[in-house]
């Protein structure tokens, strides 16, 4: 069975050193969108912002480690009065860079706080479509999934990979939390749900159930 046209477009940019997927969700018709995530060098996806004439309505983090947020003074230079949005568990990563892990690679950084907070079933919503969210801690303590149920997607940052799972060595992961997440929220969704994964190539609740060698359903 065919799904319906979907409610939003979401664009893909393989952004910086660590080849972070950073996202734009878009409304075309509405000439809306979003920034999820804002990696190193976001000039890409501000640049198709701009090309689209479409008027970012916020910044959504997954979580706030370096090479997600390295790019959010940038895009808030371009878009000075863009929210940025993130959990309430990592609220002071952004700006501290102990917690968002740039002073541990030497460079350390801090970025734009954000303007507001989520928490574990909030439902953000972009034009006609709805987002809810899912607190997946373990990666970091306030990772999130964005779950459109409507277009059978969902935004997972660094929790699930194609093949693999995020690294949970960091000094705020939880790799009991982690495993907790990836089989009580992600693998609860249904099975032909597409993830859009931080790192790499998109793949499937589905596929990583049957096949992911760390964490299978």
């Known amino acids: 069975m065919s799904r319906p046209t979907p409610t939003v477009q979401v664009e893909a940019f393989v952004l910086g050193p660590y080849a972070t997927n950073c996202y734009l969700v878009s409304d075309p018709e509405k000439r809306i969108c979003w920034i999820v995530d804002a ?45 940025i949005l993130i959990h309430e568990a990592e609220l002071e990563f952004p700006s501290d860079p102990e917690l968002n892990l740039s002073a541990g690679g030497g460079i350390p950084l801090s970025a734009p706080r954000p303007d507001r907070t989520f928490t574990d079933g909030d439902t953000l919503t972009l034009g006609d479509s709805s987002w809810r969210i899912l607190h997946t ?75 992911n060698p760390f964490v299978q359903g």
Do not use: C, W
């Open 39 to 83: 990696g190193f060098e976001p000039g890409a996806m501000i640049r198709r912002v701009r090309e689209q004439e479409l008027t970012p309505e916020a910044v959504v983090l997954t979580h706030a480690h370096i090479d997600h947020v390295a790019g959010l003074a940038e895009v808030r230079s371009e878009f000075p009065d863009v929210p």
């Open 137 to 211: 801690p373990g990666h970091s303590p306030g990772g999130v999934a964005l779950y459109n149920q409507a277009d059978g997607v969902a935004l997972v940052g660094d929790t699930l990979f194609a093949g693999s799972i995020g690294r949970h060595d960091f000094p705020t992961s939880d790799g009991d939390a982690l495993f907790r997440s990836i089989r009580e929220k992600l693998y609860t969704l249904p099975d032909e749900t597409t993830v859009l994964p931080g790192h790499g190539p998109p793949t499937t609740i589905g596929q990583e159930k049957r096949t």
